[in-house]
């Protein structure tokens, strides 16, 4: 009797094993779907053409570096802040309807301009008012803002050394 107690014990402790064996394995297939799926949409987020069903946040986060290169390629010179805002605002029939909601509200575009400096992806030129020796002391409040790749270029390089920013 007490053999056949030690043979069910061994038995139940190895259903138990089995079941927690198989949760694991769920769990681990759970967890790989779940890290593929945020594979997915990482994938997804990085590029760069604007969806009209993006969140607007997102939409405009990606317009903003869309418009910033073809005004550089085009004008030789990073853009205003005040004029990226127009642009933005002007791009399409979605930003146009959402203007008339949000009334011009730059603030949008302030949160998609501070998440791209964050990421790298932008580079805000600050120009300077008044100069002590090297450093400066007093910036203007003009701000220009210009992808990292285009600082690459010999047009943009020859701009900022004329403006005094390299």
């Not at 853009?79 to 011009?104: G, P, T």
């Not at 964050?118 to 701000?143: A, H, M, N, P, T």
Request: with cysteine.
């Amino acid at each position: 009797m007490y053999y056949y107690r030690v043979v069910k014990m061994e038995m139940s402790q190895n259903i138990v094993e089995n079941i927690t064996t198989n949760e694991n394995n769920q769990m681990k297939k759970e967890r790989k779907q779940k890290s593929n799926r945020i594979n997915e949409i990482v994938l997804r987020d990085t590029t760069d053409e604007p969806l009209p069903t993006d969140p607007i946040h997102v939409y405009i986060e990606k317009l903003v570096p869309k418009i910033i290169d073809q005004y550089v390629k085009e004008n030789k010179r990073p853009i205003r802040r005040k004029d990226l805002i127009e642009y933005v605002f002007s791009y399409d029939n979605r930003m146009i309807e959402y203007d008339k909601v949000s009334k011009h509200s730059p603030a949008a575009i302030s949160f998609a301009i501070t998440r791209l400096l964050k990421k790298g992806r932008l580079v805000r030129i600050k120009y300077c008012k008044e100069w002590e020796g090297d450093k400066c002391v007093k910036f203007s409040r003009k701000k220009e803002y210009i992808l990292k790749e285009h600082l690459q270029l010999p047009e943009i390089q020859e701009y900022l050394k004329k403006h005094g920013l390299v």
